[in-house]
T-cell receptor, first 113, second 113 residues
Framework: AQSVTQLDSQVPVFEEAPVELRCNYSSSVSVYLFWYVQYPNQGLQLLLKYLSGSTLVKGINGFEAEFNKSQTSFHLRKPSVHISDTAEYFCAVTGTSYGKLTFGQGTILTVHP | EPEVTQTPSHQVTQMGQEVILRCVPISNHLYFYWYRQILGQKVEFLVSFYNNEISEKSEIFDDQFSVERPDGSNFTLKIRSTKLEDSAMYFC???????????FGDGTRLSIL
């Protein structure tokens, strides 16, 4: 079984500042990792994924994340945020032989002008 | 870009009534999922479906729940006798392989009165 912990429930930042949203996971098997974003009144949109290969993965909207196996982390970063990045962000994990996603609690990112 | 579509966007139902939530997955996808998100809580896995049968289900997915793929395009979730605690946002997702990224619909908000 897997579990995901998102260490911050809310992250307020100013526009054009860098941001990091933290995600730690636990699993007894190898994992695939994902970040999803949910804008108000919308569904879950895939931001980026780690399946294998390079541990630094780039996604849409200028976001990137780094898979750190030794620290069991998959933190999401953006060097300069925009007002439009205000949303809730979910980290999720699935095992290589499973299809279901296990989600973290979500982090609400609020970008202030 | 192909999308997962869900209908209705909002469903209000009296407790004890049956409800059917509908989803049209992406056309070439083979794996289908239902998740739910109770207000203020994590996104939780309910069930996965492949090759016309349930491949995995969670403890939440008890005898009150059922899924069906009645034709080549729709994927439905039925709750036979709704309870107040079934009030949640229900998300449908699909993927073309079990571990590839899942694509989510915008969800159906189910309100039980």
């Amino acid at each position: 079984a897997q579990s995901v912990t998102q260490l911050d429930s809310q992250v307020p930042v100013f526009e054009e500042a860098p941001v990091e949203l933290r995600c730690n996971y636990s699993s007894s098997v190898s994992v695939y990792l994902f970040w999803y974003v949910q804008y108000p009144n919308q569904g879950l949109q895939l931001l980026l994924k780690y399946l294998s290969g390079s541990t630094l993965v780039k996604g849409i909207n200028g976001f990137e994340a780094e898979f750190n196996k030794s620290q069991t982390s998959f933190h999401l970063r953006k060097p300069s945020v925009h007002i439009s990045d205000t949303a809730e962000y979910f980290c999720a994990v699935t095992g290589t032989s499973y299809g279901k996603l296990t989600f973290g609690q979500g982090t609400i990112l609020t970008v202030h002008p | 870009e192909p999308e997962v579509t869900q209908t209705p966007s909002h469903q209000v139902t009296q407790m004890g009534q049956e409800v059917i939530l509908r989803c049209v997955p992406i056309s070439n996808h083979l794996y289908f999922y239902w998740y739910r998100q109770i207000l203020g809580q994590k996104v939780e896995f309910l069930v996965s479906f492949y090759n016309n049968e349930i491949s995995e289900k969670s403890e939440i997915f008890d005898d009150q729940f059922s899924v069906e793929r009645p034709d080549g395009s729709n994927f439905t979730l039925k709750i036979r006798s709704t309870k107040l605690e079934d009030s949640a946002m229900y998300f449908c997702a699909s993927s073309d392989l079990g571990n590839q990224p899942q694509h989510f619909g915008d969800g159906t908000r189910l309100s039980i009165l």
